[in-house]
């Protein structure tokens, strides 16, 4: 029997596709995923996994083998944190529910800035920024789209100054679960929750190890050591951190859209050595040492 070379695998357990906020439908990522060498991929758009089913079709006629994902907005200590949920089982009724629920947290969201915007003056505002937003949720930089498409203001930048931006009408805060609730979810349709881009929160050390102690008492098991546009700097904090908590080391790209070099599909820096990759703990288990490709 020929044991797998790390160097035959490229894992990539983070990216997004058209089902949140990704440029590319979930068939033509997955095909793109395979013309990069990413032999396993997870697809984790916030708050759903209503791209699985067709990126699940095309993974199987490419070759990669799909890891189901998803990406959850939740609060922490009044903070917006991601945890990512790697390999569940997407038909868990429960989960499925909960998933609605987040959707419906971000509709009602929505309602509230068109309630905000209404001085604006804007007719049909949800319904245009739904048309922005490709038929999906809108966002603050949709509406923001709108805003200038009607003349309100001459460009986003001053959509946000005006009415979107932070103590504005139409700063909006999510209503997000709580952070022990959604690892729960994760965690009861048999998946693996992950703390995204712990990084990316822009905490004191001392306040994401206490994200993270939280975060574990929850059931969570695993945070993302590689991501895109990291430095070496954080690897190697993330790296110890994943050592001393006998945390799952996880790690993936990010990829929303083509033309970002810096977070594309497979683009991985590869995992500081003494590690446990979280794909070893998968239902189905990836048998290999931590991805060897290397970050251009
Ligand atoms: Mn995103
Ligand atoms: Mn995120
Ligand atoms: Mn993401």
Redesign the pocket.
């Known amino acids: 029997m020929t044991i797998p070379q790390a160097s035959d695998f490229c894992i990539d357990l983070h990216c997004?596709s058209t089902a949140?906020?990704g440029a590319l439908p979930p068939r033509d990522l997955v095909r793109r995923a395979a013309d990069k060498g990413v032999t396993h991929l997870a697809l984790t758009d916030?708050d759903t996994v209503a791209g699985l089913a067709e990126a699940r079709a095309e993974a199987a006629a490419s070759g990669v083998r799909l890891i189901s994902g998803t990406e959850l907005s939740c609060v922490w200590k009044t903070q917006t944190i991601h945890i990512v949920g790697l390999d569940f089982d997407p038909d868990n009724p429960a989960f499925r529910e909960a998933l609605a629920r987040q959707h419906e947290n971000r509709w009602g969201r929505a309602r509230m800035i068109v309630e905000r915007l209404q001085k604006t003056g804007v007719t049909n505002l949800l319904e245009k920024a739904t048309l922005v937003a490709g038929g999906d949720v809108p966002g603050r930089p949709h509406f923001a789209r709108v805003l200038v498409d009607e003349g309100k203001v001459k460009d986003v930048a001053q959509a946000f100054k005006r009415y979107l931006g932070a103590g504005k009408p139409g700063d909006v805060k999510a209503f997000w679960p709580e952070l022990a609730e959604v690892v729960e979810w994760i965690t009861a349709a048999n998946g693996i929750a992950v703390l995204a881009h712990p990084r990316k929160y822009r905490m004191t050390a001392t306040r994401l190890r206490s994200l993270v102690h939280d975060f574990m008492r929850a059931g969570g098991r695993s945070i993302e050591v590689s991501t895109s546009g990291q430095s070496s700097g954080d690897l190697g904090f993330l790296a110890e951190l994943c050592r001393r908590q006998e945390l799952l080391a996880s790690q993936g790209s990010d990829f929303?859209f083509p033309g970002a070099p810096w977070c594309e599909l497979g683009n991985i820096v590869k995992m500081p050595d003494g590690l446990e990759p979280v794909w070893h703990h998968f239902r189905e288990p990836v048998s290999i040492a931590p991805a060897a490709q290397s970050g251009a």
């Open positions: 997004h949140s906020d916030h929303h």
